[in-house]
Protein backbone atom coordinates (compact mmCIF):
# COMPACT_ATOMS: atom_id res chain seq x y z
CA UNK A 1 0.00 0.00 0.00
CA UNK A 2 2.65 2.41 1.08
CA UNK A 3 4.44 1.73 -2.37
CA UNK A 4 1.26 2.01 -4.51
CA UNK A 5 0.54 5.40 -2.69
CA UNK A 6 4.61 6.65 -3.41
CA UNK A 7 4.14 5.44 -7.05
CA UNK A 8 0.95 7.52 -7.26
CA UNK A 9 2.38 10.57 -5.85
CA UNK A 10 5.86 9.83 -8.26
CA UNK A 11 3.19 9.83 -11.34
CA UNK A 12 1.72 13.06 -10.06
CA UNK A 13 4.60 14.89 -9.94
CA UNK A 14 5.95 13.49 -13.20
CA UNK A 15 2.56 14.96 -14.55
CA UNK A 16 2.84 18.48 -13.59
CA UNK A 17 6.77 18.63 -14.42
CA UNK A 18 6.80 18.90 -18.07
CA UNK A 19 8.83 21.23 -20.08
CA UNK A 20 8.02 24.78 -20.51
CA UNK A 21 7.26 25.31 -24.25
CA UNK A 22 6.91 29.43 -25.37
CA UNK A 23 5.16 29.56 -28.90
CA UNK A 24 5.64 32.86 -30.94
CA UNK A 25 2.50 32.41 -33.91
CA UNK A 26 -1.00 31.71 -33.11
CA UNK A 27 -2.11 31.67 -36.73
CA UNK A 28 -4.00 28.33 -37.48
CA UNK A 29 -1.41 26.28 -37.04
CA UNK A 30 0.47 27.80 -33.98
CA UNK A 31 -3.09 27.98 -32.37
CA UNK A 32 -3.48 24.14 -33.08
CA UNK A 33 0.10 23.31 -31.53
CA UNK A 34 -0.94 25.46 -28.42
CA UNK A 35 -3.99 23.99 -28.25
CA UNK A 36 -1.90 20.55 -28.24
CA UNK A 37 0.94 21.20 -25.59
CA UNK A 38 -1.88 22.72 -23.17
CA UNK A 39 -4.30 19.73 -22.91
CA UNK A 40 -0.46 17.10 -22.59
CA UNK A 41 0.01 19.47 -19.43
CA UNK A 42 3.15 21.68 -20.71
CA UNK A 43 3.57 25.01 -19.35
CA UNK A 44 2.90 27.27 -22.38
CA UNK A 45 3.80 31.32 -22.64
CA UNK A 46 2.31 32.28 -26.49
CA UNK A 47 2.67 35.99 -27.98
CA UNK A 48 1.08 36.86 -31.24
CA UNK A 49 1.57 40.23 -33.36
CA UNK A 50 -2.63 40.72 -32.73
CA UNK A 51 -3.24 39.81 -29.67
CA UNK A 52 -6.64 39.22 -29.43
CA UNK A 53 -5.79 35.16 -30.88
CA UNK A 54 -4.46 34.51 -27.61
CA UNK A 55 -7.13 35.65 -25.64
CA UNK A 56 -8.70 31.78 -26.05
CA UNK A 57 -5.64 29.69 -25.20
CA UNK A 58 -5.47 32.25 -21.92
CA UNK A 59 -8.56 31.29 -20.82
CA UNK A 60 -7.12 27.47 -21.08
CA UNK A 61 -4.14 27.80 -18.69
CA UNK A 62 -1.45 29.57 -21.57
CA UNK A 63 0.52 32.29 -19.93
CA UNK A 64 0.42 35.34 -21.99
CA UNK A 65 3.05 38.35 -22.54
CA UNK A 66 3.01 41.58 -24.32
CA UNK A 67 5.79 40.87 -26.83
CA UNK A 68 8.06 39.05 -28.44
CA UNK A 69 11.33 40.22 -26.53
CA UNK A 70 9.20 39.07 -23.39
CA UNK A 71 8.18 35.89 -24.38
CA UNK A 72 11.91 35.02 -25.50
CA UNK A 73 13.38 36.74 -21.94
CA UNK A 74 10.95 34.54 -19.99
CA UNK A 75 11.62 31.23 -21.89
CA UNK A 76 13.44 28.15 -19.61
CA UNK A 77 12.18 25.50 -22.68
CA UNK A 78 12.01 25.74 -25.76
CA UNK A 79 10.90 28.77 -28.24
CA UNK A 80 9.15 27.59 -30.86
CA UNK A 81 8.14 29.77 -33.73
CA UNK A 82 5.29 29.43 -36.19
CA UNK A 83 4.95 32.55 -38.49
CA UNK A 84 3.82 33.21 -41.77
CA UNK A 85 7.24 33.23 -43.47
CA UNK A 86 10.87 33.82 -42.75
CA UNK A 87 10.32 37.32 -43.52
CA UNK A 88 7.91 37.39 -40.52
CA UNK A 89 10.66 35.47 -38.29
CA UNK A 90 12.83 38.25 -38.31
CA UNK A 91 11.03 40.86 -38.31
CA UNK A 92 9.18 39.53 -35.18
CA UNK A 93 12.50 38.74 -33.28
CA UNK A 94 14.39 41.56 -34.94
CA UNK A 95 17.05 42.71 -32.34
CA UNK A 96 16.11 40.96 -29.31
CA UNK A 97 18.75 39.02 -27.21
CA UNK A 98 18.76 35.08 -28.17
CA UNK A 99 21.69 34.35 -25.98
CA UNK A 100 21.45 30.87 -24.48
CA UNK A 101 18.11 30.49 -26.01
CA UNK A 102 16.55 27.41 -27.51
CA UNK A 103 15.49 28.19 -30.68
CA UNK A 104 12.63 26.02 -33.03
CA UNK A 105 11.58 27.80 -35.98
CA UNK A 106 8.41 25.26 -37.51
CA UNK A 107 7.60 28.66 -39.67
CA UNK A 108 8.02 27.07 -44.08
CA UNK A 109 11.37 28.51 -45.12
CA UNK A 110 13.22 26.97 -48.12
CA UNK A 111 16.08 25.12 -47.59
CA UNK A 112 18.50 28.12 -48.27
CA UNK A 113 16.32 30.57 -45.84
CA UNK A 114 16.36 27.88 -42.90
CA UNK A 115 20.32 27.11 -43.23
CA UNK A 116 20.83 30.80 -43.29
CA UNK A 117 18.08 31.62 -40.18
CA UNK A 118 20.66 28.64 -38.28
CA UNK A 119 23.71 31.14 -39.10
CA UNK A 120 21.75 34.30 -38.09
CA UNK A 121 20.39 32.16 -34.51
CA UNK A 122 23.63 30.81 -33.71
CA UNK A 123 25.14 34.54 -34.07
CA UNK A 124 23.15 35.84 -31.63
CA UNK A 125 24.21 32.79 -29.30
CA UNK A 126 20.68 30.67 -29.32
CA UNK A 127 20.37 27.52 -30.44
CA UNK A 128 18.59 26.24 -33.27
CA UNK A 129 16.86 23.50 -35.09
CA UNK A 130 14.74 23.77 -38.45
CA UNK A 131 11.43 22.06 -39.14
CA UNK A 132 8.48 21.22 -41.74
CA UNK A 133 5.52 20.03 -40.95
CA UNK A 134 3.73 17.43 -42.58
CA UNK A 135 0.36 18.02 -41.36
CA UNK A 136 -2.69 20.27 -41.19
CA UNK A 137 -4.08 22.17 -38.25
CA UNK A 138 -6.80 19.22 -37.59
CA UNK A 139 -4.26 16.77 -37.61
CA UNK A 140 -2.51 18.23 -34.84
CA UNK A 141 -2.13 16.73 -31.37
CA UNK A 142 -4.21 13.62 -33.15
CA UNK A 143 -0.93 10.81 -33.64
CA UNK A 144 -3.67 8.59 -35.40
CA UNK A 145 -3.72 10.90 -38.72
CA UNK A 146 -0.19 10.18 -39.40
CA UNK A 147 1.24 13.93 -38.98
CA UNK A 148 4.11 14.34 -38.31
CA UNK A 149 7.31 17.29 -38.42
CA UNK A 150 11.03 17.00 -39.94
CA UNK A 151 13.40 18.60 -37.97
CA UNK A 152 16.95 19.10 -38.86
CA UNK A 153 19.87 20.54 -36.91
CA UNK A 154 21.41 20.75 -33.57
CA UNK A 155 21.09 17.32 -32.84
CA UNK A 156 21.77 17.37 -28.95
CA UNK A 157 18.81 20.29 -28.81
CA UNK A 158 16.34 17.65 -30.81
CA UNK A 159 16.90 15.18 -28.57
CA UNK A 160 16.98 17.50 -25.39
CA UNK A 161 13.28 18.66 -25.95
CA UNK A 162 12.13 15.16 -28.28
CA UNK A 163 9.60 14.40 -25.54
CA UNK A 164 7.89 18.15 -25.88
CA UNK A 165 8.20 18.12 -29.82
CA UNK A 166 7.02 14.44 -29.74
CA UNK A 167 3.41 16.41 -28.32
CA UNK A 168 1.68 18.23 -31.40
CA UNK A 169 2.77 15.20 -33.86
CA UNK A 170 5.52 13.00 -34.65
CA UNK A 171 9.28 14.22 -34.44
CA UNK A 172 11.21 13.16 -37.35
CA UNK A 173 14.82 14.29 -37.28
CA UNK A 174 17.02 14.15 -40.82
CA UNK A 175 20.16 15.45 -40.21
CA UNK A 176 22.43 17.79 -38.63
CA UNK A 177 22.12 20.45 -42.00
CA UNK A 178 19.74 22.99 -40.60
CA UNK A 179 18.02 23.18 -44.47
CA UNK A 180 17.42 19.72 -44.75
CA UNK A 181 14.05 19.61 -42.77
CA UNK A 182 13.05 22.25 -45.09
CA UNK A 183 14.40 20.18 -47.88
CA UNK A 184 12.05 17.28 -47.63
CA UNK A 185 9.15 19.25 -46.39
CA UNK A 186 9.22 21.28 -49.91
CA UNK A 187 10.37 17.98 -51.48
CA UNK A 188 6.91 16.42 -50.11
CA UNK A 189 4.44 19.18 -51.01
CA UNK A 190 6.13 19.47 -54.14
CA UNK A 191 5.41 15.90 -54.99
CA UNK A 192 1.85 16.16 -53.34
CA UNK A 193 1.06 19.37 -55.67
CA UNK A 194 1.73 16.98 -58.93
CA UNK A 195 -0.41 14.44 -57.57
CA UNK A 196 -2.96 17.23 -57.07
CA UNK A 197 -2.58 18.37 -60.20
CA UNK A 198 -3.34 14.65 -61.62
CA UNK A 199 -6.48 14.38 -59.24
CA UNK A 200 -7.58 17.97 -60.71
CA UNK A 201 -7.46 16.61 -64.39
CA UNK A 202 -8.87 13.47 -63.98
CA UNK A 203 -11.68 14.96 -62.31
CA UNK A 204 -12.10 17.25 -65.75
CA UNK A 205 -12.03 14.51 -67.87
CA UNK A 206 -15.23 12.60 -65.85
CA UNK A 207 -16.68 15.87 -65.25
CA UNK A 208 -19.18 15.67 -68.81
CA UNK A 209 -20.67 12.45 -67.61
CA UNK A 210 -23.68 13.00 -65.82
CA UNK A 211 -24.37 9.49 -64.48
CA UNK A 212 -20.56 8.97 -63.10
CA UNK A 213 -20.61 8.62 -59.06
CA UNK A 214 -18.18 10.98 -57.92
CA UNK A 215 -17.71 9.88 -54.36
CA UNK A 216 -17.10 6.05 -56.17
CA UNK A 217 -15.04 7.88 -58.39
CA UNK A 218 -13.13 9.47 -55.95
CA UNK A 219 -12.70 6.22 -54.23
CA UNK A 220 -11.27 4.36 -57.30
CA UNK A 221 -9.05 7.30 -57.38
CA UNK A 222 -7.45 7.43 -54.31
CA UNK A 223 -7.10 3.69 -54.35
CA UNK A 224 -4.77 3.59 -57.67
CA UNK A 225 -3.33 6.53 -56.35
CA UNK A 226 -2.54 4.63 -53.24
CA UNK A 227 -1.11 1.66 -55.23
CA UNK A 228 1.22 3.58 -57.69
CA UNK A 229 2.86 5.51 -55.00
CA UNK A 230 5.36 2.57 -54.49
CA UNK A 231 7.06 3.73 -57.68
CA UNK A 232 9.05 5.90 -55.24
CA UNK A 233 10.70 2.77 -53.93
CA UNK A 234 11.55 1.99 -57.31
CA UNK A 235 12.78 4.94 -58.25
CA UNK A 236 15.05 4.92 -55.43
CA UNK A 237 16.75 1.90 -55.79
CA UNK A 238 17.08 3.07 -59.29
CA UNK A 239 19.13 6.40 -58.40
CA UNK A 240 21.11 5.23 -55.58
CA UNK A 241 22.27 2.05 -58.26
CA UNK A 242 22.54 3.93 -61.60
CA UNK A 243 21.17 0.85 -63.06
CA UNK A 244 17.97 2.70 -64.43
CA UNK A 245 16.47 -0.10 -66.62
CA UNK A 246 17.06 -2.87 -63.73
CA UNK A 247 13.68 -4.22 -62.26
CA UNK A 248 11.08 -2.10 -65.14
CA UNK A 249 8.03 -3.85 -65.62
CA UNK A 250 6.92 -1.10 -67.24
CA UNK A 251 9.06 0.89 -69.58
CA UNK A 252 9.24 4.35 -70.37
CA UNK A 253 8.44 3.70 -74.69
CA UNK A 254 5.56 2.02 -73.45
CA UNK A 255 4.15 5.04 -71.50
CA UNK A 256 5.01 7.92 -73.78
CA UNK A 257 2.93 5.86 -76.52
CA UNK A 258 0.05 5.53 -73.94
CA UNK A 259 0.42 9.36 -73.38
CA UNK A 260 -1.21 9.59 -76.94
CA UNK A 261 -3.92 8.11 -75.39
CA UNK A 262 -4.56 9.79 -72.64
CA UNK A 263 -4.24 12.85 -74.61
CA UNK A 264 -6.48 12.15 -77.25
CA UNK A 265 -8.87 11.52 -74.16
CA UNK A 266 -8.12 15.17 -73.10
CA UNK A 267 -8.93 16.11 -76.34
CA UNK A 268 -12.54 14.23 -76.92
CA UNK A 269 -13.67 15.15 -73.79
CA UNK A 270 -12.69 19.21 -74.43
CA UNK A 271 -9.90 19.19 -71.59
CA UNK A 272 -6.93 21.20 -71.43
CA UNK A 273 -4.07 18.87 -70.74
CA UNK A 274 -1.65 21.86 -69.65
CA UNK A 275 -1.32 19.80 -66.12
CA UNK A 276 0.09 16.94 -68.07
CA UNK A 277 2.12 17.76 -70.70
CA UNK A 278 5.19 19.12 -69.42
CA UNK A 279 5.93 15.86 -67.61
CA UNK A 280 4.76 13.90 -71.14
CA UNK A 281 7.36 15.62 -72.66
CA UNK A 282 10.07 14.69 -70.43
CA UNK A 283 9.41 11.41 -70.91
CA UNK A 284 9.55 11.96 -74.76
CA UNK A 285 12.56 13.30 -74.48
CA UNK A 286 13.85 10.46 -72.77
CA UNK A 287 12.95 8.37 -75.17
CA UNK A 288 14.43 10.22 -77.80
CA UNK A 289 17.75 9.76 -75.98
CA UNK A 290 17.63 6.25 -76.28
CA UNK A 291 15.76 5.37 -73.23
CA UNK A 292 12.99 3.44 -73.75
CA UNK A 293 13.82 0.35 -71.90
CA UNK A 294 13.90 2.95 -68.84
CA UNK A 295 11.86 3.34 -66.16
CA UNK A 296 11.21 6.48 -64.82
CA UNK A 297 14.32 7.46 -62.63
CA UNK A 298 16.54 8.87 -65.95
CA UNK A 299 13.82 11.45 -66.39
CA UNK A 300 15.22 12.65 -62.41
CA UNK A 301 18.62 13.74 -64.20
CA UNK A 302 16.63 15.61 -66.79
CA UNK A 303 15.26 17.83 -64.21
CA UNK A 304 18.78 18.75 -63.15
CA UNK A 305 19.58 19.33 -59.34
CA UNK A 306 22.54 16.94 -59.37
N1 LIG B 1 -2.09 25.86 -41.90
C1 LIG B 1 -1.62 24.87 -42.64
O1 LIG B 1 -2.35 24.04 -43.17
C2 LIG B 1 -0.12 24.71 -42.92
C3 LIG B 1 0.34 23.29 -42.67
C4 LIG B 1 1.82 23.11 -42.91
C5 LIG B 1 2.66 24.20 -42.23
N2 LIG B 1 2.13 25.50 -42.48
C6 LIG B 1 3.04 26.58 -42.09
O2 LIG B 1 2.89 26.96 -40.72
C7 LIG B 1 3.19 28.34 -40.58
C8 LIG B 1 2.03 29.05 -39.89
O3 LIG B 1 0.86 28.75 -40.62
P1 LIG B 1 -0.58 29.21 -40.11
O4 LIG B 1 -1.56 28.26 -40.69
O5 LIG B 1 -0.60 29.37 -38.65
O6 LIG B 1 -0.68 30.63 -40.85
P2 LIG B 1 -1.65 31.86 -40.52
O7 LIG B 1 -2.92 31.38 -39.95
O8 LIG B 1 -1.68 32.69 -41.73
O9 LIG B 1 -0.87 32.65 -39.35
C9 LIG B 1 0.32 33.37 -39.60
C10 LIG B 1 0.92 33.80 -38.29
O10 LIG B 1 2.10 34.60 -38.55
C11 LIG B 1 1.95 35.85 -37.87
N3 LIG B 1 2.67 36.87 -38.58
C12 LIG B 1 2.63 37.15 -39.90
N4 LIG B 1 3.49 38.14 -40.19
C13 LIG B 1 4.07 38.50 -39.04
C14 LIG B 1 5.05 39.46 -38.68
N5 LIG B 1 5.60 40.26 -39.60
N6 LIG B 1 5.44 39.56 -37.39
C15 LIG B 1 4.89 38.75 -36.44
N7 LIG B 1 3.95 37.82 -36.71
C16 LIG B 1 3.55 37.70 -38.00
C17 LIG B 1 0.46 36.07 -37.83
O11 LIG B 1 0.17 37.05 -36.86
P3 LIG B 1 -1.24 37.86 -36.91
O12 LIG B 1 -1.54 38.11 -38.37
O13 LIG B 1 -2.25 36.97 -36.27
O14 LIG B 1 -0.97 39.10 -36.17
C18 LIG B 1 -0.04 34.67 -37.46
O15 LIG B 1 0.19 34.41 -36.09
C19 LIG B 1 3.41 28.91 -42.00
O16 LIG B 1 4.81 29.03 -42.23
C20 LIG B 1 2.80 27.85 -42.89
O17 LIG B 1 3.40 27.76 -44.16
C21 LIG B 1 0.74 25.68 -42.12
Known sequence: ????????????????SKNPVT???LGDMGTALARAWLAAGHPLTVWNRTPEKAEPLAGQGARTVAGPAEAVAAATGPIVLCLLDDASVGEALDGI?????????????????????????????ARFLDGGIMAIPPMIGRPETGG????????ALFERHREALAVPAGAEFVGEDPGHAALHDIALLSAMTGMFAGITHAFA?????KDLDRAR??????????AMSGAAHGMAAQLESGGYTEGVTSNLAMMAAANDTLLATARDQSVDPRLLTPYMELMRLRVAQGHGDEGLAGAVGLLGGE
Not at 1 to 16: A, K
Not at 100 to 125: C, F, H, M, Y
Open 1 to 16: MVWVCTSLIGMDIHST
Open 217 to 226: FATLLAEWLG
Open 23 to 25: LLG
Open 97 to 125: DLHGKDVINLTTSTPAQAQQRARWAEDRG
Open 148 to 155: YIFYSGDH
Open 205 to 209: LVGPE
